[in-house]
């Protein structure tokens, strides 16, 4: 069975620094960010704990080429689209959690 997969962008408190990243399993992985598993990483130096976008797919491939694709946006883009669904940039943490 193929598994699933997610693309998500995390914030900071003052919406200065943006992160795109992919997963199977979005839960553990917002835990993880959160309570910082990897602090050398990029989320943990920038203080990326805030989920405010996230979009699911049927295969992680599917994920993977919307990661890239929203990667390689502008940072409009990006704005764009977490407002389209998130227009108070609202931590959605807690919608992943029943997800």
Request: hydrophobic fraction near 30%.
């Amino acid at each position: 069975m193929q598994k699933g997969g997610a693309v998500y962008i995390l914030t900071n408190r003052n919406h200065s620094t943006l992160y795109v990243g992919v997963t199977s399993d979005l839960y553990s992985r917002i835990v993880e960010h959160k309570e910082k598993k990897y602090p050398k990483s990029f989320s943990s130096r920038y203080n990326t704990t805030k989920l405010v976008y996230y979009e699911g797919f049927h295969s992680i491939e599917e994920a993977i080429v919307r990661e890239k694709q929203i990667k390689g946006g502008l940072r409009k883009k990006k704005e764009d689209l977490i407002e389209s669904i998130n227009p108070e940039w609202n931590d959605l943490f807690d919608e992943v959690s029943s997800w």
